[in-house]
């Protein structure tokens, strides 16, 4: 869902974190990533190939826990895709997700994950990259 007017952000600022809020009112778009619990219903548009592909998420909890990663993964995908056209990107978590869902989702259907605050960010604002662990820290080779 893309929030563009000032009255959506305002509406979904609402439920943010206070630290977050200037943020989300200063940036031009603001997306909110979610996922579709009933996404299984597409597979045969998506899945032309696997007739029986509708019936791979038998539970809530397979079709929540896949909605979940795959909704990170496009969202990510759409930050280098924002980057690649010289756009900056924000990431944020800091939010009430099941006040946005019953706000911006009523159908109960419908899960946030993530905002993408979309815009062009000022070097004076821009804070410089966090650390990171090192790869020995966190990666095995087999
Ligand atoms: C999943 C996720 C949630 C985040 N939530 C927030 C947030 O609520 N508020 C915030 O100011 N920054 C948040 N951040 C961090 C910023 O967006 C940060 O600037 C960005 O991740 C760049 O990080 P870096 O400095 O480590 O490169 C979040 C980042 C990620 C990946």
Same mark, same amino acid.
């Given at each position: 869902?893309?929030?563009?007017?000032?009255?959506?952000?305002?509406?979904?600022?609402?439920?943010?974190?206070?630290?977050?809020?200037?943020?989300?009112?200063? =940036?031009?778009?603001?997306? +909110?990533?979610?996922?579709?619990?009933?996404?299984? #219903?597409?597979? $045969?548009?998506? /899945?032309?190939?696997?007739?029986?592909?509708?019936?791979?998420?038998?539970?809530?909890?397979?079709?929540?826990?896949?909605?979940?990663?795959?909704?990170?993964?496009?969202?990510?995908?759409?930050?280098?895709? =924002?980057?690649?056209?010289? +756009?900056?990107?924000?990431?944020?978590?800091?939010? #009430?997700?099941? $006040?946005?869902? /019953?706000?911006?989702?009523?159908?109960?259907?419908?899960?946030?994950?993530?905002?993408?605050?979309?815009?062009?960010?000022?070097?004076?604002?821009?804070?410089?990259?966090?650390?990171?662990?090192?790869?020995?820290?966190?990666?095995?080779? +087999?």
């Amino acid at each position: 869902m893309f929030l563009v007017s000032e009255e959506a952000r305002q509406r979904f600022a609402a439920h943010a974190e206070p630290g977050n809020v200037a943020k989300i009112m200063s =940036a031009p778009c603001v997306i +909110l990533v979610a996922y579709d619990l009933d996404f299984p #219903d597409h597979m $045969a548009q998506l /899945r032309p190939d696997a007739p029986g592909a509708t019936g791979w998420w038998p539970t809530e909890e397979g079709r929540s826990y896949d909605g979940l990663r795959n909704s990170a993964l496009q969202g990510g995908y759409l930050m280098l895709a =924002a980057r690649a056209l010289g +756009l900056d990107i924000g990431p944020i978590g800091g939010f #009430d997700r099941e $006040a946005v869902d /019953r706000d911006f989702f009523p159908s109960g259907r419908i899960k946030s994950n993530f905002i993408i605050c979309l815009g062009t960010g000022t070097t004076e604002k821009l804070h410089p990259r966090q650390p990171r662990l090192s790869f020995d820290e966190v990666a095995r080779i +087999l």
